[in-house]
């Protein structure tokens, strides 16, 4: 045993005091003969005084006081430590990184352990730290500090967003004196630059003990090597022998969770890809990606613009496409990681709610097609075209190549004309979808039959969408389709070659652009569609269309919003500064660099704590390697002294008071030989004594009781009934599924549009209850919710139930959550999720109901204006019918008994035990989430009122009756 005090123990000395006080008696008394003196002796003493203090009580006073220095002096009974070499300073060193975040709370408990051992060993101790602390200073050597300064610097720690700069840890340590003394070092495990030169430094110290967590999951979630449309994301991990189960959560930008993906991490693996299957409508919402139970910027994965995938139209001309000769094939590589590619004729594209359309050479040779195309552009879409054989026409005579000349029946939007006029500088060439006016036929550069060389490009200029992309050296033109020399082109010139022509060109339109390549889309003009740039400039280009533009340059982009080491966005620490765009690619994080969004919302760009990593490797034991488990920490026994103490002074106060009210104990009193009177009083408990001991005995299960639950009385047979507590408060009913998910969300949900209801209108409202029909009174209830899962099975006392329920008066209010996919034919319609199998369901569970005739709800049915007006009707998924009875057919004054609907409103009124709205709503978001607590509302009063705003229309023809 320790004593963390141990002047407190000369306490102990008082004890000898406290005897010698407790024991000590009055003077006997003088002896004085009076013979008055035995009229007394007939008097009956109502109360005897001890002599002195009985034996017993002077022990529990002795105990009570010994308790009481022991508990100052603050004992401590040592654990099962740590093996530590050593006797001199201990030099404690702990990884603080974005690695360390894993198992935060067992590594500072460790450090908090060591600290006490050092300290009750008396021993110096010196706390270093590896990662760059949070203001950006360069570390400094360590020096000797107070334990309780260094437990309080603990307390106050969180893990660092960044990595451990083990070399700067190394050149701050070199300075340490070389002593006697030991490292403990809490590791991450691992490996990174400045290793050798960190172990040198620690050896140097003294011995070296290394401690790691062998259960550690160190985790990382990385950029996706290759943007596909489905992968997006790369877990990165330290190999363990066993295969690991994981969760990884997909966020939205409003912080609602879209989905959670399963994963497994197979034994020995280092890395896997994480795909994410969603529809591009959802995709497009992704924020961030996160692993589950591992909150830390190692594992979450941020998101910006340049992540969605923008919606391209790749414009076809009807004949088969030849793999590497074809016109779109180099596009479709070039845009399907970055872009949710539409293929098809004209008229296909135009119906679809696209902002770049692709038209590769000969795709607009009808006038009828190029004249929407036109109207398309006016309205804010951007045409990209690319030049060839059928926009250059004839050269010399001779035909367009058959092989790059697209063949279809006539009437298909395929350019046939075996020649191209010249185009008139001074008409407009937007009429005909160019930017520019073009010159007869093509360019031709380097060949047999030429001069001159395959030209390559010039850099681009500033203003132009492409600027700052790197120009490979081998990329070169051989042909091109020349833009007619006037004073503006320049400024309709995006990209150049190396003589000045050019090689991109736009225009504006209406609201929209026109762009060209003066080149084809395949590799017979130039070798542009075989490189990286390629990609580039199409990426460039997609983004611009949707208003938005990622710059690459040496735009110094601010920090917005930055991670902490937990994995939580918030505002920027004061040592962030701005980044230029052109560094995002090389720039690891650091406290001037903090992995978060920056720059404004149109130009955002994302740093990732991984966006360096590309695997993780184990590092090598820096001394001798010790696990923390099986470690007892120390138990400090003073507080149980202290109690003990309390106690038992509580405990000679309650025999004192006692004592006084009568009770007779051994060695309380001394009694004269003959005094039979006095020892019948003296030989119970006086009434007084009685009921206090009484109350004493009571008091202590009663306190005792109060820590434990109460248990649920067991209702007998003679037990009244307890009167439910619908029946004394307006409550919403849910059907139990038997699926616990769906049920929870049904809770949350009610209790959540339960709570706004309150808030916002004069129904008062409590908690939701969940209901089975058929065993449980719906009677009670005025709406019940019923989600409709693919198993659901009414029996015939369910069904009698609901029918009871929508005959008296109750709405039923039936949910799919989601379309049947077998239901539907294409996917041109809103969005909404999966639900299969809930149409045969619903068909099932409404067979037996006796449900109206029924009709799609629009703006002017009563439901939509009870409380709020209302156009729309949205839950978590928007656009999605609503069915209720038709007008003048339903029962009850024509309210409907029922509401069919596929937009699953529970999700988007759940609210969970924090407040928050764990589920995303699709697509609108905050505003959709809105709009589906008002129809709430309104299916509420709707409940509540039926008709009655339906009888407000009448008050004037009722007015005009009552003056007659």
Not at 448 to 455: I, L
């Amino acid at each position: 045993m320790i004593f963390l005090a141990p002047l407190a123990l000369f306490g102990l000395l008082t004890l000898p005091l406290v005897w010698w006080l407790l024991r000590a008696t009055p003077p006997a008394p003088r002896v004085q003969r009076f013979p008055a003196v035995a009229l007394l002796r007939a008097l009956r003493p109502h109360q005897t005084d001890a002599v002195r203090s009985p034996l017993w009580l002077l022990l529990v006073r002795l105990a009570a006081v010994a308790c009481l220095v022991l508990g100052l002096a603050q004992p401590v009974l040592p654990g099962d430590r740590l093996p530590s070499a050593g006797h001199g300073p201990l030099l404690l060193v702990m990884d603080d990184g974005l690695f360390a975040a894993s198992d935060w709370g067992r590594r500072i408990a460790t450090a908090q352990g060591l600290v006490d051992d050092a300290d009750h060993a008396g021993r110096t101790i010196l706390f270093f730290r590896t990662a760059t602390a949070a203001d950006g200073h360069p570390a400094q050597p360590p020096a000797p500090r107070s334990a309780a300064a260094i437990r309080q610097e603990l307390d106050s720690m969180r893990p660092a967003p960044w990595r451990t700069d083990r070399a700067a840890a190394a050149h701050a340590l070199a300075s340490l004196p070389h002593t006697n003394g030991s490292v403990l070092y809490l590791a991450d495990g691992v490996a990174s630059g400045g290793d050798e030169d960190f172990a040198r430094a620690l050896r140097a110290f003294g011995p070296v003990q290394e401690i790691r967590f062998p259960d550690a999951s160190v985790l990382t979630l990385a950029p996706a090597a290759e943007r596909t449309g489905t992968q997006m994301a790369r877990l990165l991990a330290l190999p363990l022998p066993a295969p690991r189960s994981l969760s990884v959560r997909v966020h939205a930008q409003d912080g609602g969770t879209l989905a959670v993906l399963p994963l497994t991490l197979p034994a020995g693996a280092t890395q896997m890809d994480v795909p994410v299957t969603l529809p591009t409508t959802v995709r497009n919402r992704i924020d961030q990606i996160s692993l589950a139970g591992q909150s830390s910027a190692a594992t979450t994965l941020l998101f910006d613009e340049g992540d969605r995938l923008r919606p391209v139209g790749l414009m076809t001309s009807g004949a088969a496409d030849t793999p590497l000769i074809g016109p779109l094939f180099y596009l479709r590589r070039a845009l399907a990681p970055t872009a949710d590619l539409h293929e098809g004729t004209p008229a296909t594209l135009l119906a679809q709610p696209l902002s770049v359309i692709i038209a590769p050479d000969g795709t607009l040779a009808n006038p009828a097609i190029r004249q929407k195309v036109k109207d398309w552009v006016k309205n804010g879409g951007t045409l990209i075209r690319f030049a060839g054989p059928a926009l250059a026409g004839a050269q010399h005579g001779t035909e367009p190549d058959s092989s790059s000349t697209p063949n279809a029946p006539a009437g298909e939007d395929i350019d046939t004309s075996d020649t191209h006029p010249a185009s008139d500088p001074s008409a407009d060439p937007t009429s005909d979808l160019l930017p520019v006016a073009l010159l007869d036929g093509s360019r031709q550069l380097g060949g047999t039959m030429t001069w001159g060389a395959p030209q390559k490009l010039a850099a681009f200029d500033a203003t132009s969408p492409f600027h700052g992309l790197d120009i490979p050296a081998d990329v070169t033109i051989s042909r091109q389709v020349l833009a007619s020399p006037v004073a503006d082109l320049a400024a309709h010139s995006w990209a150049r070659l190396a003589d000045g022509t050019p090689l991109v060109t736009h225009a504006a339109l209406g609201k929209g652009d026109i762009i060209l390549f003066h080149v084809s889309s395949t590799a017979d003009w130039s070798n542009l569609p075989l490189s990286g740039l390629f990609v580039s400039m199409l990426q460039r280009l997609t983004d611009h269309a949707n208003g938005v533009t990622i710059p690459a340059d040496d735009t110094l982009l601010a920090p917005v919003l930055t991670l902490d080491g937990d994995g939580v966005l918030g505002p920027p620490p004061p040592a962030a500064r701005g980044l230029k765009a052109s560094d995002f690619a090389h720039t690891p994080v650091s406290p001037a660099h903090p992995p978060g969004l920056y720059g404004p919302r149109a130009a955002r760009r994302a740093l990732n704590a991984s966006s360096q990593m590309t695997t993780l490797t184990a590092a090598a034991p820096v001394g001798t390697l010790t696990s923390p488990a099986g470690r007892r920490p120390d138990t400090t026994l003073a507080p149980v002294l202290l109690c003990l103490a309390a106690a038992l002074l509580l405990l000679d106060g309650l025999l004192v008071l006692a004592m006084r009210a009568g009770l007779s104990l051994p060695g309380m009193a001394r009694q004269s030989p003959g005094d039979t009177s006095r020892k019948s009083s003296l030989q119970g408990f006086g009434k007084q004594g009685l009921s206090l001991l009484v109350a004493c005995a009571l008091t202590f299960p009663a306190l005792a009781s109060a820590q434990t639950p109460t248990a649920t009385p067991t209702p007998s047979s003679t037990s009244p009934t307890p009167v439910p507590g619908a029946a004394l408060e307006t409550r919403l009913a849910y059907v139990i599924t038997g699926h616990d998910e769906i049920d929870t969300v049904s809770r949350q949900g009610l209790q959540g549009l339960s709570d706004y209801t309150n808030a916002r209108t004069s129904a008062m409202l409590g908690h939701p209850d969940g209901v089975r029909p058929g065993q449980d009174d719906l009677s009670y209830y005025p709406l019940l919710y019923w989600p409709i899962t693919p198993d659901a099975a009414p029996t015939p006392a369910m069904t009698a139930a609901l029918t009871a329920f929508m005959a008296h008066g109750g709405i039923v209010l039936i949910d799919t959550q989601g379309q049947d996919s077998g239901n539907q034919s294409d996917g041109s319609g809103p969005y909404a999720g999966d639900a299969p199998g809930t149409r045969s369901a619903l068909r099932r569970v409404t067979a037996g109901l006796p449900i109206p005739p029924l009709m799609t709800m629009t703006d002017h049915h009563l439901l939509a204006h009870t409380f709020y007006m209302l156009h729309d009707f949205p839950g978590r998924y928007a656009e999605q019918p609503v069915w209720v009875a038709r007008e003048g057919e339903a029962e009850n004054d024509d309210v409907s008994p029922v509401i069919i609907g596929s937009a699953d409103w529970a999700h988007a009124w759940a609210v969970d035990e924090n407040g928050n709205t764990p589920f995303a709503v699709l697509p609108d978001g905050a505003d959709q989430r809105q709009l589906a607590y008002r129809f709430g509302v309104n299916t509420i009063i709707y409940a509540l009122t039926g008709n009655y705003k339906a009888d407000q229309v009448h008050v004037p023809m009722l007015l005009k009756r009552l003056g007659e």
